[in-house]
C-alpha cells in the first residue's frame, strides 16, 4: 500500500525535523521601523493583567520583508511597551504576517496574535514606503526619504510578551471562556543589525473595525529607520494568569470575537 501521508510520522523523520529546525543560517531581513509617543491611557488600557505600563508611553511599528530560504515573506508588528516583573519590553497588538507557514508557529507555540495581512516594504532610492493593511484597509503607513547612515547598534536582547490561550470548547469553560488558565510569556529575541539608515518621514494610522491602532495616536515622532538585522527567539512561560481578568481583552486577538465567546451553535458542524 503506498504511504499514507496523514499517519503517524516515524520517530527518525519527527528527530530529523527537529534537527533541520535548529540549525538554520542567520536570516537577514530589511525592516522599517518607527517609535512614537502616544496617549498615556490608551497605551494603559490595551495591557492586559499583570502587564503595566512603563515610564513613557510608546508605540512601535516594525514592517519587514525577509526571503526564508527562497520563501518570500512580509511580516508586522505593532506593539506598546509594556513592563512585567521588573522587566520592559513590548506587547504586540497585532502582527501581520503574509503567509500561513510564519502564522501557524507564532500563534500556536508562542501564542503571538499573528494574522494574516498584506504588507508592503518599498524603496526607490531615497524615497521608502512600508504598510499593513487587512481586509482592504491600510491601517499603517510609514513613508519618507532615507536622510543618512546611522551607527550600527551593539547586538540587544529585547523581549516581547504573549498570553498563550485556548477558547473553552463548550465556550464557557468553568466560567473563565478558557479551557485552562492562560499563560504569559517571556518571548527574548537576540538581535544583531548589519545596516541602519535614518529616515525623515511620518506615519499614518488609518480607522480600522479590525485593527483600531488609530486609537493609539501619534503625539510625538521619536525616530524611523530602515535597517538589515537578524534575530533569534526563544520563549519562556514564566506564569499562568487570571483567565477572568484576561477575558475582557480576548477581541484583540480575534476580528470577531462572538466566533469564540458564543461557542458553536448547538448541532452545527465548524
Known amino acids: 500500500m503506498a504511504r499514507v501521508r496523514y499517519g503517524a510520522r516515524t520517530g527518525a523523520e519527527i528527530a530529523a525535523a527537529r534537527t533541520a529546525g535548529s540549525r538554520l543560517p ?8 518607527a517609535v512614537w509617543e502616544s496617549d498615556p491611557d490608551a497605551v494603559a488600557a490595551v495591557l492586559p493583567p499583570p502587564l503595566k505600563p512603563t515610564g513613557r508611553p510608546l508605540v512601535r511599528v516594525n514592517i519587514s520583508k525577509v526571503d526564508l530560504r527562497g520563501y518570500p515573506l512580509g511580516a508586522g508588528s505593532f506593539a506598546v511597551a509594556a513592563a512585567h516583573d521588573g522587566v520592559e519590553g513590548w506587547y504586540p497588538l497585532v502582527m501581520p504576517m503574509t503567509h500561513e507557514r510564519a502564522l501557524v508557529g507564532g500563534r500556536e507555540v508562542f501564542g503571538e496574535p499573528k494574522k ?13 514606503r512600508a504598510a499593513l ?26 523581549t516581547d510578551f504573549y498570553f498563550k490561550f485556548l477558547p473553552a470548547v463548550d465556550g464557557s469553560g468553568d466560567g473563565s471562556g478558557f479551557d485552562a488558565d492562560p499563560v504569559l510569556v517571556h518571548c ?22 479590525y485593527d483600531p491602532v488609530a486609537d493609539l495616536p501619534v503625539r510625538e515622532l521619536l525616530g524611523i529607520t530602515i535597517g538589515e538585522k537578524t534575530t533569534d ?20 486577538r480575534y476580528d470577531d470575537p462572538r466566533q469564540i465567546l458564543d461557542g458553536p451553535p448547538e448541532g452545527s458542524a465548524r
Open 116 to 128: 494574516l495581512g498584506e504588507v508592503a516594504v518599498e524603496r526607490e532610492g531615497l524615497v521608502v
Open 26 to 33: 542567520d536570516i537577514w531581513s530589511t525592516g522599517v521601523v
Open 233 to 252: 527567539q526563544k520563549g519562556t512561560v514564566v506564569g499562568r494568569v487570571d483567565a477572568r481578568a484576561l477575558l475582557p481583552y480576548i477581541h484583540q
Open 188 to 209: 527574548v529575541r537576540d538581535e544583531k543589525v548589519r545596516k541602519l539608515e535614518r529616515i525623515t518621514g511620518d506615519v499614518v494610522l488609518r480607522e480600522s473595525m
Open 133 to 158: 493593511a487587512r481586509h482592504g484597509i491600510e491601517f499603517v503607513e510609514v513613508r519618507g526619504a532615507v536622510s543618512g547612515p546611522l551607527s550600527l547598534p551593539e547586538p540587544a536582547r529585547k
